[in-house]
């Protein structure tokens, strides 16, 4: 199964025409691992249903009938394609969090595959002595060692102690003082968050906002929390 969009030619559309996804005149869409064979589907249908609206020249009843079968395809892909995406986001999510606790190496990869896939390639090159730029794989290690050995180290091959040694002073410091009965905690944020509150802020949410890991839809998110809390 093919887990790419479809190659589309962008052509000119006829003024009466409803562009199905923005003014993108990209060749090749991008990469969607979430993407299956019921979207390209209805895909393949609503752009059939596109151009027959667009090519139409009858009534003007018949061509409102036309538009709305389109629609109808192009809201029936909108809805599955971001169905598809809160699932493979959601499961995402679940992967990260299980990879956190059991394989930090793992989840480091994971967490990778976020965001565009673009490469950074280290410059090979440094600066010799004499000024001049030397890209030996070998000679760039070794400048490279001497360079960062010296880094954040003064020298006296004791820094790293005193600088646990005065860590660990003010950790304790802080510690005895939070556990002095007079110490101030901030009480508004350390109190356990109510219920009521939690039911305020899901009541005032704006419909079309992205959901959460309930994959809950914001326009029906009330009904949803009642349900999850009862």
């Not at 809201?75 to 990879?99: M, P, S, T, V």
């Not at 890209?135 to 490279?144: G, P, Q, S, V, Y």
Request: proline letters at 5%; aromatic letters at 10%.
């Amino acid at each position: 199964m093919k887990v790419k969009c479809p190659n589309r030619k962008c052509t000119r559309r006829p003024r009466n025409s409803i562009n199905l996804y923005g003014g993108g005149r990209r060749k090749n869409t991008p990469y969607k691992p979430y993407w299956c064979d019921e979207l390209s589907r209805l895909w393949k249908l609503a752009h059939e249903k596109e151009i027959i609206y667009t090519k139409f020249k009858g009534a003007r009843r018949a061509e409102e009938q036309l538009r709305q079968q389109f629609k109808q395809a192009r809201n029936n892909f909108d809805k599955l394609l971001k169905r598809r995406q809160r699932e493979y986001r959601r499961g995402f999510l679940i992967i990260a969090e299980r990879l956190n606790t059991s394989d930090p190496r793992e989840f480091w990869k994971h967490i990778q595959k976020l965001g565009p896939r673009t490469k950074n390639p280290i410059p090979w090159e440094v600066y010799d002595s004499s000024g001049n730029i030397n890209t030996d794989r070998e000679f760039i290690l070794n400048h490279w060692k001497s360079e960062y050995s010296q880094l954040y180290n003064d020298g006296s091959g004791s820094y790293d102690d005193v600088f646990k040694a005065d860590i660990m002073t003010t950790k304790e410091h802080k510690e005895r003082s939070m556990q002095d009965p007079l110490y101030n905690t901030n009480v508004f944020l350390n109190r356990p968050i109510r219920l009521d509150e939690v039911k305020k802020v899901v009541k005032n949410t704006k419909n079309g906002k992205a959901i959460g890991t309930e994959v809950c839809i914001s326009s029906r998110r009330p009904a949803c929390f009642i349900s999850v809390m009862l």
